[in-house]
């Protein structure tokens, strides 16, 4: 006997490793598990809310903002038209070839839409890629022929071409011109006075939430110029990665029209530390906040714009930011936008509203045999069945009578 009697024999490290590795990859597991019921639930709610008579917006809107966002681009081509108001029986018709002839803006939109290749998927055949630059081009030029009030500004083609990735040409022409009329107008003024007003609220928010941050950017004379391209881009323009500029699209599209802004709060809250460390001067704060990391936590960043949109509400920040709420359109207008949108009939009325009218022989439009064309939605249905589950083919079942031109866009 060696006098341990009694004493278990300690797990040979091999075995202790092989215990933690086990461990961790059943919390690993139940981790994906609960977030996938959570997918399912979400999916579940969606669907839900679009078939309610009048549509649930507001439940649309929690499931834009939540952790995740809409989850897929197929979901988002059902929700961004309710966010918006937009019925998707009753879309503008493609825009000729004579939309470019003697329009005043054609010249500068030609040259942006041409430096605009990083914006389009990694690996995209060169026609194609062509192809919807054509369509980004048309889609702009339509929107400012038919307001002549709205000016186009540098920047703009960015947020188009997201909508035109995700939802086509006539939808996205349906979607920008309600944005461009609410959440984009001051923006589109002839100067940039509205704008610039509009960026005012950012030091106001970061000098109610952290003074010290706040007063270094004040002595460091850096303004608010560096967020410029990401509040009239939403983001687009700085962002590497689509999955992140549509998570952020979600967001503000069910969100008031200034929530890119406490977006930009949330962001140089987020990197504080790094901003002391700066030399104070405008030069050294500037080049570092102008570069948005790719790596951001966006959905902590989404959790926080919330916060600080809840805690300092824009109209307690209007005088400090030298704004009058009546010289900004977007947001003067923006509660009687959410009421608009409140009284939507669901697709299951539009459609057969839609199927009772008399519809016109479209003469610029690809035909397409109905059999290929149920085909190509079958298998938009099947790729989203497998990567969801079952409850995804609740939210998509209905895809088969959406227009064929949407699934031509979908599966070139």
Known sequence: MNGKKGRKPSLPCVNRLAVAADSG???ARRAGADLESKKRKKLVAIHQALNDDPVDVET????AVSEGGLLT???RRKVWPKLLNVNVYNLPLKPGKDIREGHKDYSQVLMDVQR???????GMRPEQRGV???QLINVILYILQGNLQLHYYQGYHDIVVTFLLVVGERMAIALMEILSAHHLRDF???TMDSTKHILNYLMPILERVKPELHDFMQRAEVGTIFALSWLITWYGHVLSEFRHAVRLYDFFLASHPLMPVYFAAAIVLYREKEVLKCDCDMASVHQLLSKIPQDLPYEVLIIKAEELFSHYPPLELAKQAALQLRKSIAISTFQDFQVATSQQRPDAVLRKQFREKPR???TNTLAVPLAGANQ??????WGLTATLGAAAFAVVNTAVEWAPEFVLQLFP
Not at 116 to 122: A, D, E, G, V, Y
């Open 25 to 27: 990859s059943s919390s």
């Open 60 to 63: 649309l809107r929690q499931s």
């Open 73 to 75: 681009d197929e979901i």
């Open 116 to 122: 605009s290749l990083r914006r389009f998927p990694h």
């Open 132 to 134: 919807l630059q054509e």
């Open 188 to 190: 589109m003024d002839p």
């Open 360 to 362: 016109p022989i479209p």
């Open 376 to 381: 190509l939605v079958k298998m938009a249905v």
